[in-house]
């Protein structure tokens, strides 16, 4: 292609114009509002559907929804999750039907953050939630296991309740399908 | 005895006030490019990160001293060590102030007050190409080879300018005595006031950015074409001598610039236009030299977050085909107003 070479004056090709508006520029730029965010200080605004770490939920009654299926420990692509499949406790009202992991882990330094897990769970047990920062001085420590999952998924105030309700919420119990505690609009159709 | 203890306080204050300069023109470097892309810059150590420096020293002395085993290890020692030192005896022959009245002694705002001050400047800070041609040399690798053939060009061609351009101001102030190039401007105006004397200026300045690597004209270290240029292979304090000697070519530019054309310690009114009577004028004359200094290095770094970088052919054509032709017309401008105006 042929690009056309505008015919420049003598005082354009001195560049001095062009160097002056520079300077200008860059210097009205100095006293403007700064967009740097001090971080540890002052934490980003996350939105109700960011997908960080994958985390254990449990159900409004405080039960651990997760039975121990195993289906996100294969789905997994890199192999973060490692479950060792156990039963609920003798006196639990489920106890017969229902399995919980012993243990759960995800290894933090091979979790993607793909969301596969979140996906495939078809208890609704695993979700991505707003944990970003994933630091430890050990590779012990980045391997998450049951209970801080837990800690890190809380509570999961949706509206399958499956074994008080049966799928149908409790007349006059708030809707509100979130991640994490910022109300969203119920999507139509729902769950 | 006395002369001598005299002269070593004010080597001490005039080094350390100057390190202490240079290094937070660095920190300044860091804020005020910060400043410009809408960003804050460093604040984390101590309040408003005014320790960083420190840090940053502190780092420097922490990091390991690579020594790659294909460098030529005499020179590749000498080379940082040979950037640093002109900058630092350069300094010795530029007027702070005036003079400072102390037990009626009174006492000089100047190292070494020589007769052929501006001479010395120019035998001295063209040494400082041998830092880095030497470091380019012996890291005997292909990038610093080709920052130090970049910057031997490049030093050289703008010696004759910076030389010829300083010419009209030693023609006006009839004297090549710093000190008294400056007492002259503080009787006169400040040589930035004359039209002839300014155009002196103006190619003065664009030569210094060419003499201290500064963008737009940082050929011999250019990161994105030749990684770090001469300083690729420097680690450690080697290379902070390289970063340090840099900034410290800056406060020598700045203050060379401010001695000979901006008045140096001198204020266009009184009592700061005649060399000081009382030690609070004294202090106030040293006060404004480094004033202007400081002015001159935030421009210094104004214009390096400002401009992109020259293609080298474009600086080569500048310095030969405009610069030099101009400074010599700007000579004999000079010598024809002078002699219309004397007569």
Redesign the interface.
């Known amino acids: 292609m042929q690009v056309k070479r505008p015919k420049l004056t003598f005082w354009e090709k001195s560049y001095i114009p062009q ?1 002056v508006h ?2 200008w ?3 009205r ?8 965010r ?1 971080y540890p200080e002052e934490k980003p605004v996350l939105f109700g559907d960011y997908r960080g770490a994958p985390t254990l939920v449990k159900d409004p009654d405080g039960r651990v929804k997760c039975v121990s299926c195993q289906l996100c420990e294969f789905v997994c692509p890199p192999k973060a999750i490692r479950i060792t499949p156990g039963f609920r406790a003798e006196q639990a009202f489920d106890a017969n039907v229902e399995k919980e992991p012993k243990e759960f882990v995800i290894d933090m330094l091979r979790c993607i953050y793909c969301g596969y897990c979140e996906e495939v769970c078809p208890e609704e047990a695993i979700f991505l939630k707003n944990v970003f920062a994933i630091t430890g001085y050990k590779r012990e420590e980045m391997r998450f296991n049951k209970p801080k999952l837990l800690e890190l998924g809380g509570v999961q105030p949706d509206s399958i309740w499956k074994w008080k309700y049966k799928g149908a919420p409790p007349p006059g119990t708030p809707i509100a399908p979130v991640r994490d505690g910022t109300p969203v609009e119920p999507k139509a159709g729902g769950h | 005895m006395n002369e001598l203890i005299i002269h070593l306080i004010k080597i001490v204050c005039v080094i350390g006030v100057m390190l202490g300069i240079v290094a937070y023109t660095v920190m300044a470097e860091r804020w005020i490019c910060a400043w410009m892309q809408d960003r804050i810059g460093p604040n984390r150590v101590g309040p408003f990160g005014v320790l960083q420096p420190l840090a940053d020293g502190l780092k420097f002395i922490f990091k390991e001293d690579v020594l790659p085993w294909h460098v030529h290890k005499f020179y590749f020692t000498l080379a940082p060590a040979l950037t640093m030192v002109p900058a630092l005896i350069t300094i010795a022959v530029i007027p702070w102030g005036s003079n400072l009245p102390i037990a009626g002694h009174a006492i000089t705002g100047v190292i070494a007050d020589l007769n052929v001050g501006i001479l010395f400047i120019f035998a001295v800070a063209s040494l400082g190409v041998y830092g880095i041609v030497l470091a380019g040399w012996s890291s005997n690798s292909k990038y610093p080879f080709l920052g130090g053939i970049r910057s031997s060009a490049q030093m050289i061609s703008y010696e004759v300018c910076l030389g010829l351009s300083v010419v009209p101001v030693f023609m006006q102030a009839g004297t090549l005595n710093l000190m008294k190039v400056v007492e002259y401007q503080g009787r006169h105006l400040p040589f930035v006031c004359y039209p002839y004397l300014a155009l002196s200026f103006f190619i003065f300045l664009v030569s210094a950015f060419a003499e201290t690597n500064r963008l737009p004209f940082d050929f011999p270290e250019a990161e994105q074409e030749l990684v770090g240029g001469y300083h690729t292979e420097y680690s450690s304090m080697k290379f902070a001598m390289f970063f340090l000697g840099e900034y410290a070519n800056m406060f020598v530019a700045s203050a060379v610039m401010v001695t000979l054309f901006c008045g140096g310690w001198s204020l266009p009114f009184a009592p700061f236009n005649a060399p000081a009577q009382t030690l609070g004028v004294g202090l106030a004359q040293i006060g404004i030299f480094l004033a202007k200094v400081l002015c001159f290095l935030f421009f210094f770094i104004w214009v390096r977050w400002t401009l992109p970088r020259f293609r080298y052919d474009q600086l080569m054509a500048l310095g030969w085909k405009i610069f030099i032709p101009l400074t010599i017309l700007n000579i004999l401008i000079t010598g024809v107003v002078l002699a219309v105006v004397t007569k």
């Open positions: 160097i520079g300077l520029l860059t210097l730029h100095i006293p403007r509002r700064k967009f740097t001090m």
